[in-house]
């Protein structure tokens, strides 16, 4: 039997040792999905419930892998339905490669059925690569570029590869003219600055005497580093959300998350240091970052289209961000006056103490940072967690504390609702051993959460380790949204566009053989937990929150408060309830502490 083009893809996909493919049928692949028949389903296809469903579970695997992510889609509506989960991937720097049908070579330009300019539709989301088969020499050049691009600068790739295509005989490029061969390996070498960057670096460490170092997922691999240099320079260092998982939530130095869903003690640092450390993060909001006139800053980024935004940096230094601090440590003098550190200790503790109170505050029904804070403690060391957009985003990044060998991530620049769910199953197909939990609102879970729950009920009893949970906060209000409505345009609550259907959550996950659990009442939270952290299989966990408790966020302006107000004499729907929880809730703040 020949080798047809579509049995070499999957043989090359193997080779580049590519386990999982994501994606949904349709006969613009047909030569694909035959050529997976043949071949054992090796690499495994996972049937998502929907195109974009696999898009983001191929950026959940690859996010929490560290490998390269491939999802895989029928020609038009298909390959249109990928675009939202790439865009995912390409704007929080994840590498993914999405392999698309296309109409037969004799259709194209003929507006045939389904034929959509698939270069036009992904020349934005793939603009680093993108390219499509039109003769069988083409591979394995085409294909091993799109997985070395996409690992290499961690972006989003697209091959296209027409119906007629996938089903020639594979011809390897010849040694001849115009023939384009290729090879496997993927190594390069991590970039260091030169000596005289790492001295300016120290020089402005060194003369500092408030130094905050701020972290994101870039930092990943360089914790020990990190660590010796906040001990050096007396630093506290704040994490952006994509970096949350980088430092352990429990040494006493780190002042959490940073932003508008970030910490008091982050916000206080970044407003009273004098020097700025800014490792593997591009975090955008500039005004959480210290006064333009008030720090010398240095960044550090492995990618140099990336580095000296978002601040005057005086210094920025190109390279990996662990060799590059192992160059410059041995530079920076140890401080030691301790008092900064000590200071931003205290503030760290307070912090903590404020939000064990505001879990307890009481609400109606059940308080969501309860929800999140009895979470918490209970996670095992090895948990990955996923969070949806929404408000469960702000309560994930000020209440759970991130340990040992925690993984936890969200959709950080696009911000787009519903990823949760498949982000967790992305990651039980790459990390099938480690137990997953997804915390998401109704809103996400309505959108694409529902129809994912089929897609774990059909797979779960091929994970080694059957733990996934999911959370949803079941308060029928898109709240995100409504308090943005309410802090920023000072409008109340619009009920035709926020107001949620009732439905079954647990119900339904029990429907689907999974287990599900129900907690309407505060005293209910920590036994769900309890029961959803034991079951023997995927679970569904259903709160019962208040969507009057407002994401307060670090240092709310005056003219956010102001149209909060507003939004309560122009007559909010929960206008009672918004001040009662509201009030309750930054009061806390004011409180005596235990130390």
């Known amino acids: 039997m020949s080798t047809t083009v579509g049995d070499y893809v999957l043989q090359r996909l193997r080779d580049w040792g590519v386990d999982h493919v994501f994606g949904y049928a349709g006969d613009g692949i047909n030569g694909l999905l035959s050529a997976w028949e043949k071949a054992g389903n090796e690499p495994k296809f996972v049937q998502a419930r929907h195109e974009e469903m696999a898009a983001f579970e191929a950026v959940g695997y690859a996010k929490f892998t560290g490998r390269v992510g491939v999802c895989t889609a029928t020609s038009g509506p298909g390959a249109i339905h990928l675009l939202n989960g790439l865009y995912d991937a390409k704007l929080d720097h994840v590498p993914v490669v999405a392999i698309v049908g296309q109409t037969a070579r004799t259709a194209m330009g003929g507006s045939y059925q ?37 690992a290499s600068r961690r972006t989003v790739t697209a091959l296209i590869i027409p119906s007629d295509v996938q089903e020639l005989e594979y011809t390897a490029p010849s040694h001849a003219f115009k023939m384009v061969p290729s090879s496997l390996d993927l190594s390069w070498s991590a970039p260091v600055p030169a000596a005289d960057q790492l001295d300016r670096a120290a020089e402005i460490l060194n003369a500092g005497e408030k130094v905050a170092i701020l972290v994101g997922q870039g930092a ?142 009481s609400a109606d029904p059940i308080n969501p940072e309860l929800v999140f804070h009895e979470l918490s403690g209970r996670l095992p060391s090895n948990a990955v967690l996923a969070a949806d957009s929404g408000s469960a985003a702000n309560w994930y990044a000020r209440h759970i504390k991130f340990r040992d060998d925690m993984r936890g991530s969200l959709s950080g620049t696009l911000a787009t609702m519903g990823p949760g769910v498949p982000y967790v199953i992305g990651a039980k197909f790459g990390l099938p051993d480690r137990p997953a939990y997804a915390l998401v609102g109704d809103g996400a879970m309505q959108m694409n959460g529902i129809n994912e729950l089929i897609t774990i009920a059909k797979y779960w009893q091929e994970w080694a380790d059957p733990r996934l949970v ?78 009057a408790v407002p994401p307060i966020p670090p240092h709310a302006t005056w003219d956010q408060l102001e149209k909060a107000l507003e939004s309560i004499v122009r007559g909010d729907s929960d206008r009672v309830s918004m001040v009662k929880e509201g009030v309750k809730s930054k009061v806390q703040e004011f409180l005596p502490g235990k130390s």
Request: hydrophobic letters at 40%; proline letters at 7%.
């Open 114 to 150: 389904q034929e959509v300019d698939l270069h036009t539709l992904f020349k934005d989301v793939a603009s680093e690569y993108i390219e499509t088969v039109m003769v069988p020499e083409q591979l394995p050049n085409v294909l091993d570029r799109a997985i070395r691009i996409a």
């Open 220 to 361: 990943r691999g360089a914790v020990d580093e990190v660590t010796a240099l906040a001990e050096m320079t007396g630093a506290g260092v704040a994490k952006a959300l994509l970096g949350k998982d980088v430092l352990s939530d429990d040494l006493p130095w780190v002042t959490g998350s940073i932003g508008l869903l970030g910490t008091r003690p982050s916000y206080e640092m970044m407003m009273d240091c004098d020097t700025l450390l800014v490792v593997g993060s591009n975090f955008p909001y500039s005004q959480f970052l210290p006064a333009f006139d008030q720090a010398r800053a240095i960044q550090i980024d492995l990618d140099p289209t990336m580095i000296g935004m978002r601040y005057p940096f005086e210094v920025n230094l190109v390279g990996d961000a662990a060799r590059t601090l192992r160059e410059l440590i041995p530079l920076v003098q140890r401080k030691n006056d301790r008092s900064w550190r000590s200071g931003i200790e205290s503030n760290v503790a307070r912090w903590w103490e404020v939000m064990e109170r505001r879990a307890h505050t």
């Open 470 to 547: 999911i959370a949803v906060l079941h308060n029928n209000d898109l709240n995100q949204v409504t308090w943005e409505l309410r802090a920023m345009g000072g409008s109340p609550q619009f009920l035709p566009s926020q107001e949620l259907p009732e439905f079954p959550y647990a119900g339904y996950a029990r429907l689907l053989g999974l287990h599900g659990v129900t907690a309407e009442k505060p005293e209910e939270v920590a036994p769900a937990w309890d029961e959803a952290l034991r079951s023997d299989r995927p679970c569904v966990v259903e709160f019962r929150t208040d969507p």
